[in-house]
């Protein structure tokens, strides 16, 4: 499984567009990139997925360049609930199968009034 | 639909106590997963069930067993609890088709053992 590098830590203020980068220099041809967010003393919660280019839902958005090597995790003007602790996951997807998370120490973002 | 749901929420056991954590899910998920969260770390995988009938090991096992009761129902027990097993506890669930890394976690089970 690829690992992932991450900020350990950023900060932001309510209304700002934050993004988070992640690393994955190994990547593997048919691994997948998944985003979870983890609230204080809640399990995590699955915020988006993707492959290559770019994937948006109404949480976030997902740049993925055409080398795939980093992705970045957009959150468009954040508010204080988005302060949380982001995970970035990388691994294969087995049709049929089980696919195992990998979870890494995540960028604990501090979003500021 | 309550989703994934854990019991306790709380416990705190001494060295060598045994206890069972109670995890259940209501989305007819195939597939259950056991985690473990230590402070300030991500989550480690203890155990899983990829569909009733089945479970194995996932990174950190010692000193754990589980029980898939069934379609719901994913036990953890712990045999003989030791300190180094304080921390946070979550289960969680998915459809099991391998089509997402998508699961969908409980509120967690804080254990402290002294």
């Known amino acids: 499984l690829a690992k992932t590098t991450q900020p350990i830590s950023m900060d932001s203020y309510e209304g700002q567009e934050v993004n988070i980068t992640c690393s994955h220099n190994?990547?593997?041809?048919?691994?997948?990139i998944t985003w979870y967010q983890q609230f204080p003393s809640q399990g995590p919660r699955f915020i988006i997925q993707?492959?290559?280019t770019k994937v948006t839902n109404e949480v976030a958005s997902l740049f993925i360049p055409a080398d795939r090597k980093s992705s970045t995790l957009s959150l468009p003007r954040v508010s204080l609930s988005d302060t949380a602790v982001y995970y970035c996951?990388?691994?294969?997807?087995?049709?049929?199968?089980?696919?195992?998370?990998?979870f890494g120490a995540g960028t604990r973002l501090a979003v500021h009034p | 639909n309550a989703g994934v749901t854990q019991t306790p929420k709380f416990q705190v056991l001494k060295t060598g106590q045994s206890m069972t954590l109670q995890c259940a899910q209501d989305?007819?998920?195939?597939?259950m997963y056991w985690y473990r969260q230590d402070p300030g770390m991500g989550l480690r995988l203890i155990y899983y069930?990829?569909?009733?009938?089945?479970?194995d090991k996932g990174e950190v096992p010692n000193g754990y067993n589980v029980s898939r009761l069934n379609k719901r129902e994913f036990s953890l027990r712990l045999e003989s609890a030791a300190p180094s097993q304080t921390s946070v506890y979550f289960c969680?669930?998915?459809?099991?088709?391998?089509?997402?890394?998508?699961?969908?976690f409980g509120p967690g089970t804080r254990l402290t053992v002294t």
């Open positions: 993707g492959y290559k």
């Open positions: 190994n990547i593997a041809t048919n691994d997948y």
């Open positions: 969680a669930s998915n459809t099991g088709t391998g089509s997402t890394y998508e699961q969908y």
């Open positions: 989305m007819n998920h195939n597939s």
């Open positions: 069930s990829a569909s009733e009938g089945t479970t």
């Open positions: 996951l990388v691994g294969p997807m087995f049709s049929g199968g089980y696919n195992k998370l990998i």
